[in-house]
């Protein structure tokens, strides 16, 4: 498959075709969520019927079912297991940051990439893109033509408003009909009790979430340069500070809530990755394998 986005790149499609991480982790089931059979005959038994949902391959519907019902449903079959993947995405003003590559820009990169490597299992991936709110909801598909659409809204994509991930979990939970695996990229901008509150109901629900914590170099440390006047990316509000007199107290005030994230994450079995910006997005994968 050749590729004409600018978050799949050619070379990047090249890397994955011989990426063992891709058959290890969603045939052996590294995720959960469904993952269909495609095979056919003795050796898979037929379990119960589905109703279509967008994004499945039509090839799957069941023709005879139809002509009796006028309604689309596809065969299940007992070798199959829940594998959909659902992909949030945060587009807040603050993800809008960075030197050379935005942390929106690496964010969108590692999206694509997933996006790609689950489709070409014939599994099925969902897109949301948020800031204080879901600004883009794409259900989960399975099809070329579904990752395609995927790949042109995280090429329009930019950064929107304030950050609100808990609001976002909140309002697009009632938009998932079944559990898989959930996977927020974020820069985690938000209250670490409140995020995990509006975690409670996927939890709940059986599924399993991996949070990557995406950040550059410069949001980890401080560098030194004197007098600067710090602006608000999402509320515009400005301070003056010395680098040197707060260096300090900043770098123990983002460590604070790395662990917090990263505590709250182990004691409700949720995987946790802290993502930096200058370090490749392929490296990620391997957080995402048991």
């Known amino acids: ?35 269909r ?11 119960d019927y589905r109703e279509y949902a967008p994004g499945d391959d039509p090839r799957l519907v069941d023709w005879r ?19 959909d993947c659902f992909i949030f995405l945060d587009s807040s003003a603050s993800m809008g940051f960075g030197r050379g590559l935005t942390k929106l820009e690496y964010s969108s990169f590692f999206a694509a990439t997933l996006c790609y490597l689950v489709t070409r299992n014939t599994d099925r991936v969902s897109l949301h893109l948020f800031d204080d709110k879901v600004r883009e909801f794409h259900p989960p598909g399975s099809t070329t033509r579904h990752l395609h659409h995927l790949m042109q809204a995280l090429e329009n994509n930019h950064a929107g ?12 939970f009632p938009l998932l009909r079944q559990r898989g695996s959930l996977i927020i990229i974020s820069d985690f901008f938000d209250d670490s009790a409140e995020i995990f509150s509006a975690l409670g109901p996927y939890l709940h ?22 007098l600067v006047s710090f602006v608000d990316m999402e509320t ?25 994230l990263r505590e709250l994450a182990i004691r409700r079995q949720v995987r946790y990755s802290l993502a930096r910006t200058d370090t490749h997005y392929f490296t990620l994968f391997d957080e995402l394998v048991e």
């Open 1 to 35: 498959m050749s590729s004409q986005f600018k978050y799949l790149r050619p070379e990047d499609i090249q890397k994955l075709s011989s990426f063992e991480f891709a058959p290890k982790a969603f045939v052996e089931g590294y995720f959960s969520g469904r993952h």
């Open 37 to 47: 059979s495609r095979q056919r005959g003795i050796s898979t038994e037929f379990r």
């Open 65 to 83: 079912v139809f002509a009796r019902t006028d309604r689309h449903y596809l065969r299940t079959y007992e070798q199959e297991t829940n594998m």
């Open 161 to 172: 408003e304030k950050t609100s991930l808990a609001g976002a979990l909140r309002r697009s």
């Open 205 to 226: 629900r059986g599924f399993r979430i991996y949070l990557f914590h995406v950040l550059t170099p410069e949001e980890l440390q401080l560098e030194s340069r004197g």
């Open 236 to 260: 515009q509000g400005s301070v003056i500070a010395n680098t040197d007199s707060i260096k300090a107290g900043y770098a123990a005030a983002m460590q604070d809530h790395i662990r917090s």
